[in-house]
């Protein structure tokens, strides 16, 4: 089982009917609910194509039947595969994310994986000066002097979405929550311009002022908005195993992107159709009216 990289376009998926009741029948009772209680139709897209992402990896690379996939999430809000499965596919590891018009999922075995997707916006009603002195705490003086460094405004809102990607997808893979000083950890990028769809794994990562050596970082840009980060460490219990086994692989993949068909193509309905569940999508607003300008 190697890894995967999978991409879907949640935000310009515009589900059918059929579609939609489909989709919420492939998923578990509980997650449909909380889906359902969601605001924005864009945030309730992008919530069901990350648990039909999880469970399609799940059916195609450990051969668990769709309808018989379990999902819990732990203590930190991670998802987890809670399954009582054969010791050899229990360090196969996942990590989805969505944010701006993509759901996101990565996955390695044996590997620590966290995977984190932003889209460069501009921050609502602050000016980019006083977004980023509102984020000041979040980066340290050296990443604050690269994200400056940048010649242009957006430029430097892109570089600064990009440390906030790696940052979180360092965050996904150890599992911490809310309150970890991410002054602690200082990305050192590279290269500065990155190429749509390349791969890249120079850049490197300082925890506590020391080089961590035993990370790996991929970027990826999905497009001229969308920047991906995938951590990726050794996993407790594997010791120097893990370096063996990175080596032998080839070139991390690319991320693929997905239709709504490939997302269900192995689906098996876990529950009768409920087309109140349409209703409650349908009445939703895709997203949050902007504020205008003078309401600053």
Request: proline letters at 5%; a negative charge.
């Amino acid at each position: 089982m190697g890894g995967v990289r999978w991409a879907f376009p949640c935000a310009s998926w515009r589900p059918r009917r059929e579609e939609w009741l489909l989709a919420a029948r492939l998923v578990q009772p509980e997650e449909k609910e909380r889906i359902g209680r969601l605001v924005f139709a864009r945030d309730a897209k992008a919530a069901l194509a990350g648990r039909l992402l999880m469970r399609k990896l799940i059916a195609e690379k450990l051969c668990i039947p769709w309808n018989e996939i379990h999902l819990e999430r732990t203590s930190k809000g991670k998802p987890f595969l809670a399954n009582a499965i054969l010791s050899a596919c229990s360090n196969y590891n996942f990590n989805v994310s969505h944010q701006g018009d993509y759901a996101v999922l990565a996955a390695e075995p044996e590997l620590q994986v966290g995977v984190d997707v932003m889209k460069t916006s501009l921050p609502g009603s602050s000016s980019i000066p006083n977004f980023f002195h509102i984020m000041k705490r979040q980066f340290t003086e050296t990443e604050w002097g690269v994200i400056k460094s940048m010649n242009n405004e957006w430029m430097q809102l892109g570089m600064f979405h990009r440390h906030w990607a790696l940052k979180e997808s360092f965050l996904k893979a150890i599992g911490v929550g809310i309150g970890f000083n991410l002054q602690r950890i200082e990305f050192n990028v590279s290269p500065l311009q990155l190429e749509i769809g390349k791969v890249y794994k120079e850049t490197q990562m300082l925890l506590d002022g020391d080089k961590e050596e035993e990370w790996t970082f991929e970027e990826t840009r999905l497009d001229d908005y969308h920047h991906v980060a995938v951590a990726l460490g050794k996993q407790e219990g594997y010791g120097q195993q893990h370096s063996d086994v990175c080596s032998t692989e080839p070139n991390q993949p690319q991320f693929t992107l997905l239709t709504f068909e490939d997302l269900v193509a192995c689906g098996i309905p876990m529950a009768p159709e409920d087309c109140a569940c349409w209703d409650n999508f349908c009445s939703k607003q895709e997203t949050p009216v902007k504020q205008s300008s003078h309401s600053r």
